[in-house]
Protein backbone atom coordinates (compact mmCIF):
# COMPACT_ATOMS: atom_id res chain seq x y z
CA UNK A 1 0.00 0.00 0.00
CA UNK A 2 1.60 3.53 -0.76
CA UNK A 3 2.65 5.54 2.85
CA UNK A 4 -0.65 7.84 2.64
CA UNK A 5 -2.99 5.16 2.05
CA UNK A 6 -1.69 3.06 5.22
CA UNK A 7 -1.19 6.01 7.75
CA UNK A 8 -4.58 7.39 6.68
CA UNK A 9 -6.80 5.41 4.32
CA UNK A 10 -9.76 4.23 5.52
CA UNK A 11 -9.43 1.06 7.54
CA UNK A 12 -11.72 -0.46 10.39
CA UNK A 13 -9.70 0.35 13.21
CA UNK A 14 -11.48 2.91 14.60
CA UNK A 15 -15.38 3.25 15.04
CA UNK A 16 -14.83 6.72 13.80
CA UNK A 17 -16.37 8.13 16.75
CA UNK A 18 -19.68 6.16 17.19
CA UNK A 19 -18.77 3.91 20.08
CA UNK A 20 -20.82 6.26 23.15
CA UNK A 21 -17.53 5.93 25.42
CA UNK A 22 -18.58 8.77 27.10
CA UNK A 23 -21.57 6.66 28.47
CA UNK A 24 -19.40 4.04 29.62
CA UNK A 25 -18.84 5.73 33.51
CA UNK A 26 -16.77 2.90 35.23
CA UNK A 27 -14.16 -0.12 34.66
CA UNK A 28 -12.09 1.71 31.45
CA UNK A 29 -8.79 0.59 30.56
CA UNK A 30 -6.72 3.81 30.46
CA UNK A 31 -3.42 4.24 29.38
CA UNK A 32 -1.95 7.41 30.78
CA UNK A 33 1.73 8.00 29.20
CA UNK A 34 3.94 10.34 31.39
CA UNK A 35 1.49 9.23 34.46
CA UNK A 36 4.62 9.18 36.85
CA UNK A 37 4.95 12.79 36.40
CA UNK A 38 3.34 15.75 38.26
CA UNK A 39 -0.03 15.95 36.63
CA UNK A 40 -0.11 12.40 35.34
CA UNK A 41 0.05 11.18 38.76
CA UNK A 42 -2.48 13.48 40.45
CA UNK A 43 -4.62 11.95 36.89
CA UNK A 44 -4.09 8.49 37.48
CA UNK A 45 -5.61 9.12 41.09
CA UNK A 46 -8.65 9.95 40.13
CA UNK A 47 -9.08 7.14 37.18
CA UNK A 48 -8.11 4.59 40.02
CA UNK A 49 -10.58 6.55 42.72
CA UNK A 50 -13.19 6.29 40.02
CA UNK A 51 -12.80 2.32 39.35
CA UNK A 52 -10.93 2.27 36.09
CA UNK A 53 -8.13 -0.02 35.05
CA UNK A 54 -4.74 2.39 34.74
CA UNK A 55 -1.62 1.31 32.55
CA UNK A 56 1.13 4.29 33.14
CA UNK A 57 3.59 4.03 30.67
CA UNK A 58 6.59 6.52 31.60
CA UNK A 59 10.33 6.34 31.21
CA UNK A 60 11.05 8.21 34.56
CA UNK A 61 12.72 11.18 32.70
CA UNK A 62 11.63 13.45 34.84
CA UNK A 63 8.86 11.82 36.50
CA UNK A 64 9.32 9.52 39.96
CA UNK A 65 8.00 6.06 41.03
CA UNK A 66 6.97 8.05 44.55
CA UNK A 67 4.25 9.51 43.04
CA UNK A 68 2.23 6.52 42.00
CA UNK A 69 3.71 4.29 44.48
CA UNK A 70 0.87 3.89 46.45
CA UNK A 71 -1.18 1.97 43.63
CA UNK A 72 1.46 -0.71 43.66
CA UNK A 73 -0.29 -3.90 44.45
CA UNK A 74 -3.71 -2.72 43.42
CA UNK A 75 -4.90 -5.25 40.69
CA UNK A 76 -6.62 -2.35 38.53
CA UNK A 77 -3.05 -0.49 38.42
CA UNK A 78 0.00 -1.24 36.33
CA UNK A 79 3.45 0.21 35.83
CA UNK A 80 5.55 -0.04 32.62
CA UNK A 81 9.42 1.80 32.25
CA UNK A 82 8.63 2.36 28.62
CA UNK A 83 9.79 5.28 26.47
CA UNK A 84 7.06 6.40 24.05
CA UNK A 85 9.48 6.81 20.95
CA UNK A 86 9.65 2.95 20.69
CA UNK A 87 6.50 1.90 19.57
CA UNK A 88 3.93 0.28 21.84
CA UNK A 89 1.03 -2.51 21.93
CA UNK A 90 -1.48 -2.36 24.22
CA UNK A 91 -5.26 -2.91 24.58
CA UNK A 92 -6.66 0.24 25.44
CA UNK A 93 -9.95 2.47 25.84
CA UNK A 94 -8.36 5.66 26.37
CA UNK A 95 -5.30 6.98 26.28
CA UNK A 96 -3.97 10.52 27.80
CA UNK A 97 -0.71 11.45 26.18
CA UNK A 98 0.87 13.38 28.71
CA UNK A 99 4.93 11.57 28.16
CA UNK A 100 6.76 14.93 26.90
CA UNK A 101 10.30 15.96 27.77
CA UNK A 102 11.16 19.53 26.03
CA UNK A 103 12.40 17.99 22.93
CA UNK A 104 11.70 16.73 19.53
CA UNK A 105 10.78 13.62 20.14
CA UNK A 106 7.49 14.11 21.78
CA UNK A 107 6.55 13.72 17.92
CA UNK A 108 7.58 10.51 17.76
CA UNK A 109 6.05 9.56 20.97
CA UNK A 110 2.69 11.10 19.88
CA UNK A 111 2.38 9.29 16.66
CA UNK A 112 3.52 6.02 17.96
CA UNK A 113 0.17 6.79 20.69
CA UNK A 114 -1.82 7.73 17.83
CA UNK A 115 -0.99 4.75 15.90
CA UNK A 116 -1.67 3.09 19.40
CA UNK A 117 -5.05 4.93 19.25
CA UNK A 118 -5.90 3.95 15.64
CA UNK A 119 -4.88 0.27 16.03
CA UNK A 120 -7.08 -0.67 19.02
CA UNK A 121 -9.75 2.00 18.45
CA UNK A 122 -9.18 4.18 21.30
CA UNK A 123 -10.16 7.62 22.48
CA UNK A 124 -6.70 9.97 22.36
CA UNK A 125 -6.36 12.67 24.44
CA UNK A 126 -3.38 15.18 23.54
CA UNK A 127 -1.81 17.18 26.18
CA UNK A 128 -0.85 20.46 24.31
CA UNK A 129 0.28 23.57 25.77
CA UNK A 130 -0.72 27.47 25.67
CA UNK A 131 2.90 27.66 24.64
CA UNK A 132 1.12 27.44 20.71
CA UNK A 133 0.46 31.00 21.15
CA UNK A 134 3.80 32.03 21.28
CA UNK A 135 4.29 35.28 22.04
CA UNK A 136 0.76 35.99 21.82
CA UNK A 137 -0.76 39.17 19.89
CA UNK A 138 -4.10 38.61 20.98
CA UNK A 139 -4.99 39.16 24.80
CA UNK A 140 -6.29 36.58 26.23
CA UNK A 141 -5.99 33.92 23.94
CA UNK A 142 -8.65 32.38 22.36
CA UNK A 143 -8.39 28.60 20.52
CA UNK A 144 -9.06 30.07 17.45
CA UNK A 145 -5.83 32.74 17.58
CA UNK A 146 -3.24 31.13 15.84
CA UNK A 147 -0.03 32.13 17.92
CA UNK A 148 2.86 33.94 17.43
CA UNK A 149 5.61 31.39 18.05
CA UNK A 150 9.75 31.44 16.44
CA UNK A 151 10.33 28.91 14.61
CA UNK A 152 14.24 29.06 15.48
CA UNK A 153 14.05 30.25 18.43
CA UNK A 154 15.45 28.52 22.21
CA UNK A 155 12.00 27.45 23.12
CA UNK A 156 10.80 26.65 19.52
CA UNK A 157 11.83 23.05 19.96
CA UNK A 158 9.15 22.73 22.90
CA UNK A 159 6.58 25.17 20.97
CA UNK A 160 6.91 23.59 17.81
CA UNK A 161 6.92 19.84 19.09
CA UNK A 162 3.28 20.48 20.53
CA UNK A 163 1.71 22.55 17.51
CA UNK A 164 3.54 19.59 15.04
CA UNK A 165 1.55 17.03 17.89
CA UNK A 166 -1.69 18.73 17.59
CA UNK A 167 -1.69 18.86 13.54
CA UNK A 168 -0.58 15.23 14.22
CA UNK A 169 -3.79 14.59 16.44
CA UNK A 170 -6.08 16.34 14.07
CA UNK A 171 -4.63 14.36 10.83
CA UNK A 172 -5.23 10.75 12.35
CA UNK A 173 -8.69 12.42 13.39
CA UNK A 174 -9.73 12.96 9.89
CA UNK A 175 -8.00 10.63 8.17
CA UNK A 176 -8.23 7.70 10.33
CA UNK A 177 -11.38 8.45 12.00
CA UNK A 178 -9.46 8.38 15.56
CA UNK A 179 -11.50 10.33 18.65
CA UNK A 180 -8.90 12.49 19.30
CA UNK A 181 -9.33 15.29 22.23
CA UNK A 182 -7.13 18.65 22.59
CA UNK A 183 -6.07 20.45 25.60
CA UNK A 184 -4.23 23.67 25.51
CA UNK A 185 -3.07 23.61 29.02
CA UNK A 186 -1.91 26.99 30.84
CA UNK A 187 0.75 27.40 33.70
CA UNK A 188 -0.04 24.64 36.70
CA UNK A 189 1.47 24.10 39.83
CA UNK A 190 0.68 21.80 42.59
CA UNK A 191 1.73 19.05 44.78
CA UNK A 192 4.47 16.88 43.26
CA UNK A 193 5.46 19.02 40.70
CA UNK A 194 9.26 18.75 39.75
CA UNK A 195 11.26 20.84 42.33
CA UNK A 196 14.31 21.98 39.84
CA UNK A 197 13.03 22.18 36.81
CA UNK A 198 12.84 26.04 36.64
CA UNK A 199 9.65 26.92 36.17
CA UNK A 200 8.41 29.73 38.41
CA UNK A 201 6.36 28.61 40.85
CA UNK A 202 8.28 25.57 42.02
CA UNK A 203 11.71 27.68 42.31
CA UNK A 204 9.97 30.69 43.95
CA UNK A 205 8.51 28.47 46.26
CA UNK A 206 11.79 26.14 46.34
CA UNK A 207 13.78 29.69 47.04
CA UNK A 208 11.76 31.03 49.54
CA UNK A 209 11.32 27.97 51.79
CA UNK A 210 15.17 27.35 51.50
CA UNK A 211 15.77 30.81 52.59
CA UNK A 212 17.35 32.21 49.13
CA UNK A 213 16.21 35.80 47.26
CA UNK A 214 13.48 34.52 44.33
CA UNK A 215 14.73 35.07 41.42
CA UNK A 216 12.95 37.17 39.21
CA UNK A 217 13.76 37.43 35.32
CA UNK A 218 13.98 40.57 33.54
CA UNK A 219 11.47 42.95 34.87
CA UNK A 220 9.10 40.87 36.79
CA UNK A 221 6.40 42.69 34.69
CA UNK A 222 5.70 39.58 32.40
CA UNK A 223 2.55 37.75 33.23
CA UNK A 224 1.18 33.99 33.62
CA UNK A 225 -2.01 32.79 34.62
CA UNK A 226 -1.61 29.82 37.00
CA UNK A 227 -3.92 26.81 37.61
CA UNK A 228 -3.76 24.89 40.75
CA UNK A 229 -3.05 20.85 39.54
CA UNK A 230 -6.69 19.77 40.59
CA UNK A 231 -8.61 21.91 38.64
CA UNK A 232 -6.80 20.64 35.12
CA UNK A 233 -7.08 16.96 36.29
CA UNK A 234 -10.84 17.78 36.66
CA UNK A 235 -11.00 19.41 32.61
CA UNK A 236 -8.92 16.74 31.42
CA UNK A 237 -11.04 14.19 32.65
CA UNK A 238 -14.37 16.59 31.31
CA UNK A 239 -12.44 17.04 28.25
CA UNK A 240 -12.08 12.83 27.56
CA UNK A 241 -15.04 11.84 28.59
CA UNK A 242 -16.97 15.01 26.29
CA UNK A 243 -18.42 14.78 22.75
CA UNK A 244 -15.75 17.91 21.47
CA UNK A 245 -12.32 17.24 20.00
CA UNK A 246 -11.45 20.90 21.05
CA UNK A 247 -8.63 22.56 20.99
CA UNK A 248 -9.44 23.84 24.23
CA UNK A 249 -7.89 26.15 27.28
CA UNK A 250 -7.39 24.90 30.30
CA UNK A 251 -6.15 27.62 32.84
CA UNK A 252 -7.07 29.79 35.41
CA UNK A 253 -7.57 33.14 33.85
CA UNK A 254 -6.11 35.00 36.78
CA UNK A 255 -3.60 36.97 35.50
CA UNK A 256 -0.30 37.93 37.36
CA UNK A 257 3.48 39.64 36.95
CA UNK A 258 6.10 37.43 37.96
CA UNK A 259 6.43 40.21 40.71
CA UNK A 260 2.85 40.09 41.75
CA UNK A 261 3.94 35.58 42.05
CA UNK A 262 6.55 36.93 44.25
CA UNK A 263 4.55 38.95 46.80
CA UNK A 264 2.12 36.00 46.81
CA UNK A 265 5.18 33.70 47.67
CA UNK A 266 6.13 35.93 50.32
CA UNK A 267 2.88 36.51 51.87
CA UNK A 268 2.39 32.18 51.64
CA UNK A 269 5.65 31.38 53.15
CA UNK A 270 7.69 34.18 54.34
CA UNK A 271 6.84 37.76 54.48
CA UNK A 272 11.16 38.48 54.23
CA UNK A 273 11.59 36.63 51.24
CA UNK A 274 13.85 38.98 49.09
CA UNK A 275 13.59 39.23 45.49
CA UNK A 276 16.76 38.94 43.24
CA UNK A 277 16.85 40.10 39.21
CA UNK A 278 18.46 38.00 36.68
CA UNK A 279 18.50 38.86 33.13
CA UNK A 280 15.47 37.13 31.52
CA UNK A 281 15.61 34.23 29.04
CA UNK A 282 15.09 35.09 25.02
CA UNK A 283 11.85 35.10 23.22
CA UNK A 284 10.07 34.96 26.90
CA UNK A 285 6.27 35.87 26.21
CA UNK A 286 5.47 39.29 27.60
CA UNK A 287 2.22 38.12 28.40
CA UNK A 288 -0.57 34.99 28.62
CA UNK A 289 -3.92 34.93 29.95
CA UNK A 290 -6.55 31.91 28.88
CA UNK A 291 -10.11 32.58 27.67
CA UNK A 292 -12.08 29.79 28.57
CA UNK A 293 -15.27 30.51 27.43
CA UNK A 294 -15.28 27.68 25.06
CA UNK A 295 -14.07 25.26 28.11
CA UNK A 296 -17.34 26.64 30.24
CA UNK A 297 -19.95 26.53 27.63
CA UNK A 298 -18.89 22.96 26.19
CA UNK A 299 -17.69 21.73 29.42
CA UNK A 300 -19.19 22.91 31.96
CA UNK A 301 -15.96 23.34 33.50
CA UNK A 302 -13.99 26.52 35.22
CA UNK A 303 -11.25 26.55 37.56
CA UNK A 304 -12.37 26.77 41.46
CA UNK A 305 -9.09 27.41 43.14
CA UNK A 306 -7.46 30.37 43.47
CA UNK A 307 -3.60 31.21 43.57
CA UNK A 308 -3.92 31.84 47.01
CA UNK A 309 -5.70 28.64 48.21
CA UNK A 310 -3.61 26.60 46.07
CA UNK A 311 -0.18 28.07 46.90
CA UNK A 312 -0.11 26.37 50.61
CA UNK A 313 -1.44 22.84 49.28
CA UNK A 314 2.27 23.05 47.23
CA UNK A 315 4.29 24.88 49.98
CA UNK A 316 3.60 21.84 52.26
CA UNK A 317 4.36 19.41 49.90
CA UNK A 318 7.24 21.73 48.90
CA UNK A 319 8.42 21.89 52.42
CA UNK A 320 7.94 17.61 53.35
CA UNK A 321 10.47 17.03 50.47
CA UNK A 322 12.92 19.58 50.68
CA UNK A 323 13.17 19.11 54.50
CA UNK A 324 13.87 15.57 54.50
CA UNK A 325 10.37 13.95 55.74
CA UNK A 326 10.48 11.35 52.89
CA UNK A 327 6.82 10.79 53.04
CA UNK A 328 5.36 12.36 49.86
CA UNK A 329 2.42 14.19 50.27
CA UNK A 330 -0.43 12.23 48.37
CA UNK A 331 -2.14 14.98 46.65
P1 LIG B 1 6.27 16.15 34.01
O1 LIG B 1 7.64 16.32 33.47
O2 LIG B 1 6.08 16.08 35.48
O3 LIG B 1 5.57 14.88 33.36
C1 LIG B 1 5.96 14.32 32.12
C2 LIG B 1 6.12 12.83 32.34
O4 LIG B 1 6.44 12.21 31.08
C3 LIG B 1 7.28 12.47 33.28
O5 LIG B 1 6.84 11.51 34.21
C4 LIG B 1 8.36 11.91 32.34
O6 LIG B 1 9.18 10.95 33.00
C5 LIG B 1 7.51 11.30 31.25
N1 LIG B 1 8.19 11.18 29.95
C6 LIG B 1 8.89 12.14 29.30
N2 LIG B 1 9.34 11.67 28.13
C7 LIG B 1 8.90 10.39 28.02
C8 LIG B 1 9.04 9.38 27.03
N3 LIG B 1 9.72 9.61 25.91
N4 LIG B 1 8.45 8.17 27.26
C9 LIG B 1 7.76 7.94 28.40
N5 LIG B 1 7.60 8.87 29.36
C10 LIG B 1 8.16 10.07 29.19
O7 LIG B 1 5.41 17.36 33.39
P2 LIG B 1 3.89 17.78 33.67
O8 LIG B 1 3.92 19.18 34.14
O9 LIG B 1 3.16 16.76 34.47
O10 LIG B 1 3.31 17.82 32.19
C11 LIG B 1 2.45 16.81 31.67
C12 LIG B 1 1.98 17.22 30.28
O11 LIG B 1 1.27 18.46 30.34
C13 LIG B 1 3.13 17.43 29.29
O12 LIG B 1 2.73 16.94 28.02
C14 LIG B 1 3.29 18.93 29.24
O13 LIG B 1 3.83 19.36 28.02
C15 LIG B 1 1.85 19.38 29.44
N6 LIG B 1 1.77 20.74 29.98
C16 LIG B 1 2.07 20.99 31.29
C17 LIG B 1 2.00 22.30 31.77
C18 LIG B 1 2.33 22.63 33.21
O14 LIG B 1 2.31 23.80 33.55
N7 LIG B 1 2.60 21.67 34.08
C19 LIG B 1 1.64 23.34 30.92
C20 LIG B 1 1.36 23.05 29.58
C21 LIG B 1 1.41 21.74 29.12
N1 LIG C 1 2.24 2.03 16.85
C1 LIG C 1 2.41 1.69 18.18
N2 LIG C 1 1.49 0.84 18.75
C2 LIG C 1 0.43 0.34 18.07
C3 LIG C 1 0.24 0.73 16.71
C4 LIG C 1 1.17 1.58 16.14
O1 LIG C 1 3.34 2.13 18.84
O2 LIG C 1 -0.35 -0.39 18.66
C5 LIG C 1 3.23 2.94 16.22
C6 LIG C 1 3.84 2.35 14.95
O3 LIG C 1 5.03 1.64 15.27
C7 LIG C 1 4.13 3.57 14.09
C8 LIG C 1 3.19 4.65 14.63
O4 LIG C 1 2.55 4.10 15.79
O5 LIG C 1 5.46 4.01 14.30
C9 LIG C 1 2.13 5.08 13.64
O6 LIG C 1 1.35 3.96 13.35
P1 LIG C 1 0.42 3.91 12.05
O7 LIG C 1 -0.21 2.56 12.00
O8 LIG C 1 -0.50 5.07 12.05
O9 LIG C 1 1.45 4.17 10.88
P2 LIG C 1 2.27 3.15 9.97
O10 LIG C 1 2.89 2.13 10.90
O11 LIG C 1 1.24 2.57 9.08
O12 LIG C 1 3.26 4.03 9.31
N1 LIG D 1 10.60 33.21 35.68
C1 LIG D 1 11.15 34.01 36.67
N2 LIG D 1 11.97 33.43 37.60
C2 LIG D 1 12.25 32.10 37.60
C3 LIG D 1 11.68 31.28 36.59
C4 LIG D 1 10.87 31.89 35.64
O1 LIG D 1 10.91 35.22 36.73
O2 LIG D 1 13.01 31.65 38.49
C5 LIG D 1 9.68 33.83 34.70
C6 LIG D 1 9.97 33.51 33.24
O3 LIG D 1 10.86 34.48 32.70
C7 LIG D 1 8.59 33.60 32.62
C8 LIG D 1 7.65 33.21 33.75
O4 LIG D 1 8.42 33.29 34.94
O5 LIG D 1 8.31 34.93 32.27
C9 LIG D 1 7.10 31.80 33.62
O6 LIG D 1 8.17 30.89 33.40
P1 LIG D 1 7.96 29.32 33.42
O7 LIG D 1 9.22 28.71 32.92
O8 LIG D 1 7.45 28.89 34.75
O9 LIG D 1 6.76 29.08 32.39
P2 LIG D 1 6.57 29.48 30.85
O10 LIG D 1 7.56 30.54 30.49
O11 LIG D 1 6.78 28.21 30.13
O12 LIG D 1 5.19 29.97 30.80
Not at 43 to 50: A, E, T
Not at 59 to 82: A, D, S
Not at 279 to 299: F, Q
Request: proline residues 5%; charged residues 25%.
Amino acid sequence: KPVHERRFGLTNYNSGGKVPLGLKRKGLRIVVTGGAGFVGSHLVDRLMQRGDSVIVVDNFFTGRKENVQHHFGNPRFELIRHDVVEPLLLEVDQIYHLACPASPTNVVGTLNMLGLAKRVGARFLLTSTSEVYGDPLQHPQVETYWGNVNPIGVRSCYDEGKRTAETLTMDYHRGAGVEVRIARIFNTYGPRMCIDDGRVVSNFVAQALRKEPMTVYGDGKQTRSFQYVSDLVDGLMRLMEGEHVGPFNLGNPGEFTMLELAKVVQETIDKDAKIEFRPNTEDDPHKRKPDITKAKDLLGWQPQVSLRKGLPLMVSDFSKRIFGDHKEAAG
